[in-house]
């Protein structure tokens, strides 16, 4: 079993910065790679950037690379998502997800647990 909490959601303007991070408890938190994914309104929910179980491998969507880094703290266990230069797109439910595996992967069936979801909304 693996439980998952995500923080540092909120409201910023076009262009600016949030730090989310997602509190990792239950299995080692260092057997399993983890990703983000997020859901706008009306939307399905995307893949958005993914780590390996020892943080040596990421893989981002193209829609955010350059702009977002995953990270991951396996002492404390925690996962981390910089996001820079953001844009009003970027506007949805941000969820963090373990997986069954220990390597990147972007497809959602991978991933058996979830957490609960941080809303980001950016401002034009």
């Known amino acids: 079993q693996v439980q998952l909490v995500e923080s540092g959601g909120g409201l910023v303007q076009a262009g600016g910065s949030l730090r989310l991070s997602c509190a990792a408890s239950g299995r080692t938190f260092s057997s399993y790679a983890v990703g983000w994914f997020r859901q706008a309104p009306g939307k399905e929910r995307e893949f958005v950037a993914t780590?390996?179980?020892?943080?040596?491998?990421?893989y981002y969507a193209d829609s955010v690379k350059g702009r977002f880094t995953i990270s991951r703290d396996n002492v404390k266990n925690t996962l981390y998502l910089q996001m820079n230069s953001l844009k009003p797109e970027d506007t949805a439910a941000y969820y963090c997800?373990?997986?069954?595996?220990?390597?990147?992967?972007?497809?959602?069936?991978?991933?058996?647990?979830w957490g609960q979801g941080t809303q980001v909304t950016v401002s034009s």
């Open positions: 997800a373990a997986s069954s595996g220990y390597l990147t992967d972007s497809r959602q069936a991978t991933y058996n647990y």
């Open positions: 780590i390996s179980w020892s943080g040596g491998s990421t």
